[in-house]
């Protein structure tokens, strides 16, 4: 790259132009500007940024490019969004006009890292409130009020729905559910609709304005779900599982979904990763990103959207364009997200379907959230026009029942063009394993799931079918392509904890049920498996691997600045390792350079 000879031509070139009359110009400018105000506010155009022209450089070879080879390098040189040379020290020295920034002497550079599987306004939504960790009702209480007390918008208009999540009555004294006396106790949250999530989801805590505000309860069981009574009081307190559905609930504000989108997005970016798939927005989230979209909302990080399909409603899959690289090129929807099963922790009531029934729960085999009809069906459909089908499956029946709608519908076409994925891919039989690899199909996997289910999963699965559960070195070893993420808010959003628990398969106190060397520790990841798995894997999981993924020239320049070597040093050190800086497309997002 020649660099300085390409600017001075510029220049050359306009200073022989001859100088248009003034009013032209000012017409041209003025045309220019409506084109391009046009074009951002559609969202389709890259707004011109100011040169940006640096390299980064480290004394030894600390730039892990994660190409073909995963060569190291000592420095990249970047011009405005892009990544325009790699090299050594040497070389680059040799460059006129380019500022060089050194990175601290223990640090390293990796691409920017990708989470394939979260859920960015879920996770702002459980920071909104946070309830984790409280020790009594009243603490919980205490939380409640503070919050209101902190946010004056909430605190000056007391009909504005206060929401919140985490609590987990079974970790308080007595066990005993919440009551919605409890939080009429407290004279600031007195008269305010309160709606408070359980921890695992499966119930919702509400306060005395909110039952005024839902229809009336009528019986305390309704099919698949329970209302928790307050003794004491004789109303309703608690709604379990389906009973949440008779709650009233008033829409989120333009507010607070900005808040729980910001939020979610500057934590991202503190945690080094500049690319999300978030897996699995309803109507009014898509909405949301659109909207953020088009009124030229500068979106700090790349998001990769899959649009939920609720099997309930019709197909839209023709009458819904797929799109790419909107608003600053950051947001894409080009794939749906199918459920097929439920979730494994869970257990006994939305169970996942499997082959046998549940060890420990020897009556149920569990159920499919939809008809396999449905698969056979739709899969197709989206695939024909122009959709990525990406499904969530996680017992071992679903698994199968949805390779075999992948396997039907990919006969003859090209699995490249098209990169079906199955999100989780938790638990597989060896025969699907195979077929897994020779179809092509991306397994989309969360590592940090793996360490918080090895201390109940051999219980709940037995001892043969279990080692088909997170069994990442089998998935490779069949040649299946994978790609990682952590499902955050369900698991922690740090990368570097996937990163751990896929190279350790340990808790954060360095153990497992099969001792400190990994529960399965055949199963285990490399750490270039792993690096991969949240860097070029995400990104050809997106259609995006000759943009994004790794450091190679042309690339756009995502990158993180780690303090400590995550390749090298012990792996529980990883856990501590801090972000120093988060890169995209050539600007630092977080962190300094
Ligand atoms: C909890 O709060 C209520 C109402 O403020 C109070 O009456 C009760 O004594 C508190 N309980 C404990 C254990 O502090
Ligand atoms: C599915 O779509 C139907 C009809 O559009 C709607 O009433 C229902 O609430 C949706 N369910 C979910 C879980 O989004
Ligand atoms: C959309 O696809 C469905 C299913 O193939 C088909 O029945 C319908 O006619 C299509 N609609 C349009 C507008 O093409
Ligand atoms: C399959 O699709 C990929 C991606 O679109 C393309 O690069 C490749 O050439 C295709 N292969 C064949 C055999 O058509």
Known sequence: MTESSSTSSASDTREKTPIAPRSTAVAMVGVSAIVLALAFYMGWGTPALPSNYYAVCSHHQAVYTVDATNSR???LVIRDSYIVQTGSLAEIQTIPNVAIRFIPTDAIVVPGLSDSHGHLLEYGASKQLPLEGTNTVNDTVARVREYILSNPSILN???????????DHTSWPGEAWPTAADLEADDIIRGR???LQSKDCHAKWVSRR????????????????????DEQMGVPSVFLDKA????????????EQVSRFTRAVNDALAYGLTSVHDAGLDPESMEFFIRQAENGVDIPIRIYAMRAFNTTSSYWGNSTRPFVGVANGRLT???VKIFADGALRTGGSAVIQLHEPYADHPHT????????????EFIPWFLRDGWQVNVHAIGDRANGIVLDAFEAALEGVNVTALRPRLEHAQLMTREDMERLGKLGVIASVQPTHAISDMWYAEDRLGPERVKGLYAFRSLLSSGAKITLGSDFPVEDMNPLTGFYAAITRVSFDGNSPHGPDGWFPEERLTRIEALRGMTIDPAYASFTET????????KFADFVVLERDIMEIEARDVLNTRVLATVVDGRVVYGAL
């Open 73 to 75: 390098v000592e420095c």
């Open 157 to 167: 208009n007391p009909e504005a729905f206060i929401r919140g999540g985490g609590w």
């Open 193 to 195: 609709p309160v709606i």
């Open 210 to 229: 909110v039952l005024e505000l839902s229809p009336p309860v009528e019986s305390t069981t309704i099919d698949g779900g329970v209302v928790v009574m």
């Open 244 to 255: 949440q559905d008779l709650l009233y609930e008033a829409p989120l504000t333009e507010a």
């Open 333 to 335: 929807a080009r794939s």
């Open 365 to 376: 085999r569990g159920f499919m959230l939809l008809d396999p009809e449905v698969l056979f």
């Open 547 to 554: 943009q994004l993924g790794s450091l190679e020239v042309g």
